[in-house]
């Protein structure tokens, strides 16, 4: 068996639901959480939500387990990269796990630009200019960048921390 890593893209709002009828299965998934504090009128609340929304990742092996994976109620389908299921690195689940176990309150951000990186400004006297990324405003912050699936984690920490 060739197990490896592969994301899945879910309908909206269900992925704990889709991790849930996965395990009921006995497919190996992870659908990485973090806490959020929910506001309502009469009341605040700490609450989990996946990180990444609309997203889970599944160990699976490809060739005996996708038609199983793709039938589950939730799941839309692979993500794919260059006509093919993306391939999750073990060591990219890993650091996600190691990372959320760290870090109670995390957020997944997406297509961030980084020092060095040029840009083209879309509004504003300078729209259509192209620039360079020198730098950011001082926040406290420790991020963790996931290289094959575009996205940064990012949690905000006390300076104390």
């Known amino acids: ?7 899945l893209y879910t309908k909206s709002r269900v992925e704990k639901k ?9 497919i190996t998934c992870y659908c990485p959480l973090t806490k959020k504090q929910k506001q309502w009128s009469d009341r605040k609340k700490w609450v ?5 929304k609309s997203y889970i990742f599944v160990d699976i092996d490809l060739a005996l387990q996708s038609s199983q994976v793709r039938q589950v109620n939730g799941v839309v389908n692979f993500v794919y990269w260059l006509h093919k299921p993306a391939v999750i690195q073990d060591s990219e689940i890993v650091s996600i796990q190691h990372f959320l ?6 957020e997944a951000l997406g297509n961030l630009v980084n020092i060095g990186d040029f840009v083209t ?7 259509g200019q192209k620039a360079e990324v020198v730098g950011f405003k001082n926040k406290h912050e420790v991020r963790l960048r996931i290289e094959s699936l575009g996205f940064e984690l990012v949690a905000y ?5």
């Open 18 to 26: 889709v991790a849930l009828r996965l395990k009921e299965q006995g």
């Open 1 to 7: 068996m060739t197990m490896a890593w592969y994301a």
């Open 48 to 52: 989990e939500e996946p990180l990444f």
């Open 101 to 106: 176990s760290e870090h109670s309150e995390v």
């Open 157 to 161: 920490i006390n300076q104390s921390q």
């Open 121 to 127: 400004l879309d509004s504003g006297a300078l729209a």
